[in-house]
């Protein structure tokens, strides 16, 4: 070692993407090693984002905030509900949600999606809820037991689909880890539909001068519903901005090196 430099932390020593960067061709003083081309860093960020990142992520980078949109629309409509959680209102704001969010994802697949077996899931699972949230308008004098079943039968269907979709891609694509978690999240949401006992009932005392209060199974799954529009709004847009400057930094990491 150059008795006039300063010792590199061990720290550091175990971190190759932290190290000095030097000139091609040159030896290093500290390690002993001799650089060929572009840093270590930007060769090992390459290698694996470019396996990940594609045309088609950069392409669809809008699409994830796009579908955000009926999802925060829906986690708002019922926060701001004042507790008024009935099935008849659980029924209307999912009605409305279902056939927003199916008409985008049917129309955002069909046009940004370039693999016909990708086009084919979004559109079936467009239809689907589509088609959920036209029932759950319909059938809203059915009350929580027609609650239930739609939101259970929509969130099986097309949450296996959007799995199926993300699973496929895995390791191809970057938006592959965001269809497997809006897959899996739509999947609990069905469980969940299932498990809760239609007759649960609950009383209690709300806090301060509320009174009296009843805790039922209509309350629960409007709230959750609520809570799974508010994760899907919130993942959605950290994902669109994802894929938009991950692919930037990938094209710009690209044409330097």
């Known amino acids: 070692m150059d008795p006039g430099l300063a010792p590199i932390p061990g720290w550091l020593r175990s971190h190759p993407v932290d190290r000095p960067r030097h000139p091609a061709g040159s030896k290093c003083r500290w390690h002993g090693c001799t650089r060929q081309g572009p840093s270590l860093a930007r060769v090992s960020y390459s290698l694996v984002a470019s396996s990940v990142y594609t045309a088609e992520d950069a392409a669809y980078w809008y699409a994830p905030l796009a579908r955000a949109v009926p999802a925060a629309a829906l986690a708002c409509v019922i926060t701001f509900a004042g507790g008024f959680y009935t099935p008849e209102y659980g029924l209307a704001t999912f009605g409305g949600y279902a056939i927003l969010s ?133 993942y959605l847009a950290i994902a669109g901005f994802s894929l938009r400057f991950g692919a930037s930094a990938l094209s710009k990491d690209g044409a330097t090196s």
């Not at 693999?115 to 959920?132: D, E």
């Not at 007759?199 to 799974?228: E, F, K, T």
């Open 102 to 234: 199916g008409v985008l994802g049917a129309i955002l697949g069909a046009r940004l999606l370039g693999s016909s077996v990708l086009r084919t899931v979004f559109l079936i699972q467009g239809v689907v809820s589509v088609a959920a949230g036209i029932a759950a308008l319909i059938g809203m004098r059915g009350g929580l037991p027609v609650l239930l079943v739609v939101v259970a039968l929509w969130g099986v269907v097309t949450g296996f689909l959007e799995l199926y979709a993300g699973i496929r891609t895995r390791g191809r694509r970057a938006v592959a880890r965001d269809w497997t978690f809006m897959g899996a999240l739509t999947v609990v949401l069905a469980v969940v539909c299932l498990v809760i006992p239609p007759d649960y009932v609950q009383h209690y005392n709300a806090p301060g001068d509320g009174g009296p209060r009843i805790l039922n199974a209509s309350v629960m799954i409007v709230g959750i519903l609520g809570v799974y529009g508010a994760i899907v709004a919130v």
